[in-house]
T-cell receptor
Framework: GDSVTQMEGPVTLSEEAFLTINCTYT??????LFWYVQYPGEGLQLLLK?????DKGSNKGFEATYRKETTSFHLEKGSVQVSDSAVYFC???????????FGKGTLLTVNP | GAGVSQSPSNKVTEKGKDVELRCDPI?????LYWYRQSLGQGLEFLIY????????KSGLPSDRFSAERTGGSVSTLTIQRTQQEDSAVYLC???????????????FGEGSRLTVL
């Protein structure tokens, strides 16, 4: 079945540092890939997505590129801010096109 | 309301008691999902509703778990004879249609934290 594996946290960075959160997946067919973010005290919200190979999703300075050859969708940001502190979830929509399969989440803490 | 609303936000119960968790989706959203978020386990899919029907309830962990949706709107997740391993945050999400038919964006509530003593 479909599965998502993302790097375990927690990840602690200083402001303006470079961020990478790794995500790899297993799925049949051609899944769509997503990153969701959960800020403290809030519900999960969509951060970015990519629907086909080599697509790059981007939002709020975050980027992720759909790599079919490595089955990966790593999240990157060039310069993190304290306000980026949150839990980040990688997800895919695979063969069953009505639900998302999520990874375990990665807690990011950015210190001033 | 403007977003997905869940209640209660926190529930502490004793082992063996029944609990009901409520989800009020965004108005007009036909698809509704329940997920469970346990420490270290990520988000576990429980059940999907399209309208009042549940085409996929394969994620419900046992027959102690059930869910219904009425009027194509409010949904209730019921856990009977709660066990300590049921302790988790139960998340509800809604979308305009099944994720395969739209952008893939689910709108999540803040969750109901269940603690079983």
């Amino acid at each position: 079945g479909d599965s998502v594996t993302q790097m375990e946290g927690p990840v602690t960075l200083s402001e303006e540092a470079f961020l990478t959160i790794n995500c790899t997946y297993t799925a049949t067919g051609y899944p769509s890939l997503f990153w969701y973010v959960q800020y403290p005290g809030e519900g999960l919200q969509l951060l970015l997505k990519a629907t086909k190979a080599d697509d790059k999703g981007s939002n709020k300075g975050f980027e992720a590129t759909y790599r079919k050859e490595t089955t990966s969708f790593h999240l990157e940001k060039g310069s993190v801010q304290v306000s980026d502190s949150a839990v980040y979830f990688c997800a895919l929509r695979g063969g069953s096109n009505y639900k998302l399969t999520f990874g375990k989440g990665t807690l990011l803490t950015v210190n001033p | 309301g403007a977003g997905v609303s869940q209640s209660p936000s926190n529930k502490v119960t004793e082992k063996g008691k029944d609990v009901e968790l409520r989800c009020d989706p965004i108005s007009g959203h036909t698809a509704l999902y329940w997920y469970r978020q346990s420490l270290g386990q990520g988000l576990e899919f429980l059940i999907y509703f399209q309208g009042n029907s549940a085409p996929d309830k394969s994620g419900l962990p046992s027959d102690r778990f059930s869910a219904e949706r009425t009027g194509g709107s409010v949904s209730t997740l019921t856990i009977q004879r709660t066990q300590q391993e049921d302790s988790a945050v139960y998340l509800c999400a809604s979308s305009l249609g099944a994720v395969g038919l739209n952008t893939g964006e689910l709108f999540f509530g803040e969750g109901s934290r269940l603690t079983v003593l």
